[in-house]
């Protein structure tokens, strides 16, 4: 994955955290007393700043009472997720 797009999806699901907390009407300092991480850490992570590991992603879903994929997924669209074989799209070239 090329910087742009981890930027891209870090973006997004920061978007995603911050729509979902305000929604529900929590500042950053009331998500932070909900998940034991610390407001400006939230806050790193809402605007792409700092990739979170996904046990904190499960930590702010669960505090946020929402799946834990709502927050990676913008459930826009489903890719097709049945390749023909198990490297079909991949060039391994370089593993192999």
Known sequence: ??????HKLLAEVGQRIRAVRGGQGL???QLARLTGISA???SLIETAKRDA???T???IAAALRVPLSNLLDDNSSCPNTKAESPTDGYDLGDYL
């Open 27 to 29: 500042n950053l300092e």
């Open 1 to 6: 994955m090329s910087t742009e797009n981890e």
């Open 57 to 59: 992603l499960a930590k």
């Open 53 to 55: 590991r996904l046990t």
């Open 40 to 42: 400006p850490a939230l």
